[in-house]
């Protein structure tokens, strides 16, 4: 596709549950990021994938979040036994990753309501 | 730790200039970008500073000073389709990582 892909657009789930939220990047973006945004709020760093290098995932709220990159491409963003904190729009973004390359491209974002 | 400081709001009137300040600390910094998000939309891209100095956009222009770690954002001849929220965000480490700013939310009045 042209665009950063979220899927699902939107998801609601109950409290315990676990839920998983995928992003299809640009083709040939190297980069790959993950951003949490509560309602009126600022977009918090959750997960970084540039390459083969080891993820950064030092903005990951707990233990109950995960996320991996399949072969350089699709990402999905796991978390476990969900809380109501956990509500929010998750988005994702790519970029080519290149040194100076520093457009990053996002999807439309994943609504997750928690009940 | 990286962070990033802007004003939560901003109002301004339709034609008018405003000036969105940020001011970061962070380590390994590359450069500053801006995005702009509508509500219910996703942020995208403005402008970017690698350099010291004023980038100009059309519109909408953004200015960088590594020694004062401080940008900012301004946009001259306001529209009204220009209300949004607008971010600030860090270009740090070796492979581009990205850290926003808590946003600046712009309203533009008749």
């Known amino acids: 596709g042209a665009g950063v892909s979220q899927s699902p657009s939107n998801k609601v789930t109950e409290k315990g549950k676990d839920v998983e939220l995928r992003c299809d990047p640009i083709?040939?973006?190297?980069?790959l990021y993950w951003y949490r945004q509560s309602l009126g709020q600022g977009l918090e760093f959750l997960i970084y994938f540039q390459g083969n290098s080891a993820p950064d995932k030092s903005g990951l709220p707990s233990d109950r979040f995960s996320a991996e990159r399949t072969g350089g491409s699709v990402s999905t963003l796991t978390i476990q036994r969900t809380q109501q904190e956990d509500s929010a729009v998750y988005l994702c973004?790519?970029?080519?990753?290149?040194?100076?390359?520093?457009?990053?491209?996002f999807g439309q974002g994943t609504r997750l309501t928690v009940v | 730790g990286q962070s990033l400081e802007q004003p939560s709001e901003v109002t301004a009137v339709e034609g008018a200039i405003v000036q969105i300040n940020c001011t970061y600390q962070t380590s390994g910094f590359y450069g500053l970008s801006w995005y702009q998000q509508h509500d219910g939309g996703a942020p995208t891209f403005l402008s970017y500073n690698g350099l010291d100095g004023l980038e100009e956009t059309g519109r909408f222009s953004s200015f960088l000073s590594r020694s004062d770690s401080y940008g900012y954002l301004l946009l001259q001849e306001l529209q009204m389709k220009d209300s949004a929220s607008y971010f600030c965000a860090a270009i740090s480490g070796g492979y581009n990582k990205l850290i926003f700013g808590a946003g600046t939310r712009l309203a533009v009045h008749p």
């Open positions: 083709s040939g973006h190297t980069a």
């Open positions: 973004a790519s970029s080519p990753g290149g040194t100076g390359d520093v457009e990053a491209f």
